[in-house]
């Protein structure tokens, strides 16, 4: 492998892994986890327990329901950590709980003393938690990826330190010289064997989408797609497909189910946006297996470009500027698009969704991934099909590049205000 093409696939493998549950409230009980090495007496003993955290990771966890919980709350996730968390399992933190452990956790959650507030001057991601004993004090900081632990404090003498700032920058350096045309190039040069966790990705994500249609509730979206279908309300093809397993993982994820995900730019929700409808038209068109497996791990790679101008999470929905973008390059490279009809496909989603507000994870969001989806693949075709916006439009501008760069702008200059009354509203 060439430096740039291990230093993509080192960069995308550190946001694409499996996860259980909504991946905010995650990052705060695997920072409880974390700092469960270093407490030594019975958490039952603590006197207050401080959660603050950025305001996207606030607007996240405030509605999401914990798997295995059914309930909210960065709270309770702070406690599930703390109680009976084990580091070691990442993303996959809550895969051990079981139910006396969950509702020892709810009985604390009502016990204890737990201040939960949001710092509006912080990284995207970022959680900081406080112990307080009679005579002790466990402090710990967890910012800029949500298993990135680094510091941990007790006494304010630091017993654990991880500082990326460095690394940090160095890829956000690579990335953000990167090109579409260039993405493309080490996406198709990369070894394939090195690309074992795509159809990892595959499986676990259609598996949340299958199980997401057996689940017992009336008002789950993909269920009820699939029912329209069934009466012919709706067409029975590829798109609506595409968005009827999308809401269905969805469902599955938002509503506090037992099934993992594999992550996309650290997020589960973009995973199943980047994975799920290419996969699907992969199989719809009979197309080889190859060229899916490439198509994803596009997807993965402009998913995460985009974020290097946007941030990791902001005030709109990543699922329609970046996972939604992915899916879209990711289909039309697999059907065997040009350059140009690939930028086109990203720039048919960039005129079509840019703005959709994020309002916070919730069961709601299954509508949006159904949308960004389905967008996704009429766009790809759209621009197969040589129909794709005029440039210097709108967002649209001269260059896919040079477009990312704008939404990212709106992102950091005009969003950011979006977030502040969006936390007005759902406080």
């Known amino acids: 492998m060439t430096y740039e093409e291990k230093e993509l696939l080192d960069i995308i493998k550190e946001d694409t892994m ?21 407490i030594k007496e019975d958490i039952a003993k603590a006197k207050e327990i401080d959660v603050i955290v950025s305001k996207n990771i606030y607007k996240n966890g405030k509605s999401v329901t914990i798997p295995n919980t059914g309930t909210c709350g960065l709270d309770l996730a702070a406690i599930l950590g703390l109680s009976g968390g084990n580091k070691d399992d990442g993303l996959l933190v809550l895969t051990k709980f079981n139910d006396e452990m969950i509702s020892r956790a709810k009985e604390l959650r009502e016990a204890l003393n737990i201040k939960l507030s949001y710092d509006e001057k912080t990284p995207d991601i970022y959680v900081r938690m ?36 460095e690394s ?25 064997e090195e690309l074992d966790f795509i159809e990892e990705g595959v499986e676990m994500n259609m598996h949340a989408a299958n199980e997401g249609l057996k689940l017992k509730n009336s008002n789950l979206l993909g269920q009820s797609l699939k029912k329209m279908e069934n009466k012919n309300i709706i067409s029975n093809d590829a798109y609506t497909k595409t968005r009827i397993l999308t809401a269905a993982a969805a469902d599955m994820r938002m509503s506090g189910g037992n099934c993992m995900v594999m992550t996309s730019g650290g997020s589960g929700n973009q995973g199943i946006n980047v994975i799920i409808p290419i996969y699907l038209i992969y199989e719809e068109f009979n197309l080889k297996k190859e060229d899916m497996i490439r198509a994803i791990y596009f997807g993965h790679a402009i998913n995460r470009f985009v974020k290097t101008f946007s941030g990791k999470l902001s005030g709109m929905c990543g699922c329609a500027i970046a996972a939604g973008l992915g899916a879209a390059a990711g289909i039309t490279m697999m059907m065997g698009g040009t350059d140009e009809q690939i930028e086109g496909a990203c720039s048919n989603m960039f005129a079509n969704l840019t703005g959709l507000i994020c309002d916070g994870a919730k069961n709601t969001c299954a509508l949006k991934l159904s949308t960004c989806a389905g967008e996704a693949v009429l766009s790809a075709f759209l621009a197969l099909n040589g129909c794709t916006p005029k440039e210097n439009v709108g967002v649209v501008s ?16 005009a969003f950011n205000r979006v977030d502040d009354v969006m936390l007005d509203i759902i406080k």
């Open 168 to 192: 940090s920058n160095e890829m956000k350096e690579f990335m953000s010289k990167l090109t579409l045309k260039k993405i493309k190039e080490l996406v198709l040069s990369t070894p394939l």
């Open 18 to 38: 499996p996860a259980l549950g909504c991946t905010e409230p995650i990052a705060v009980c695997y920072l409880g986890a974390f700092m469960n090495d270093y």
């Open 130 to 165: 406080l112990v307080k004993f009679d005579d002790a004090c466990v402090e710990g900081l967890l910012q800029k990826g949500h298993t990135n632990v680094e510091y941990i404090k007790v006494d304010d003498k630091v017993l654990y330190e991880n500082k990326l700032e």
């Open 398 to 413: 001269g260059n896919i590049e040079d477009t990312i760069k704008n939404v990212g702008l709106l992102c950091r200059s």
